[in-house]
């Protein structure tokens, strides 16, 4: 049995109910529990988010040096361009769309509160050939 079990991300942001909405859009969540300083979510996978009010919360700076990151969440996915046009619709905004076509490719995106995360391209779980 381990010491620690896996939690949650927790985002602190100051709209949280806006945040989690975002999220919960993306993701294909619901929400499993709501106060007036916090809103969890689950997505389909059992994956868990929170979001925090803090009025005092600065949006991340990445790939500026000050404030960077903070908290960064990777998502995988199937479909990249199709998860660009969701996030962007959602009202999130591209940070990195370098041109990294292939196996490995990832993009960077903002969520509506500037908290940064990564869409990789999923990989095959399957031995490497050759």
Known sequence: MPLVNAGLVVL???EPEKLAEFYKELLQAEE????ANRVEIRGADGFRMAFRRD????PPSWPRPENAFQAHVD???????GVERKVVALGGRPLDTK???????????ADPAGHSFTVRRHTSSAPKQG
């Not at 009025?55 to 600065?58: L, S």
């Not at 998502?75 to 361009?81: E, P």
């Open 55 to 58: 009025g005092n919360a600065t």
């Open 99 to 109: 041109d990294a076509a292939g196996p490995y490719e990832e993009r960077g995106y």
């Open 32 to 35: 499993t529990d709501a106060s």
């Open 12 to 14: 602190d942001c100051a």
């Open 75 to 81: 998502f995988v996915a199937d479909d990249l361009d």
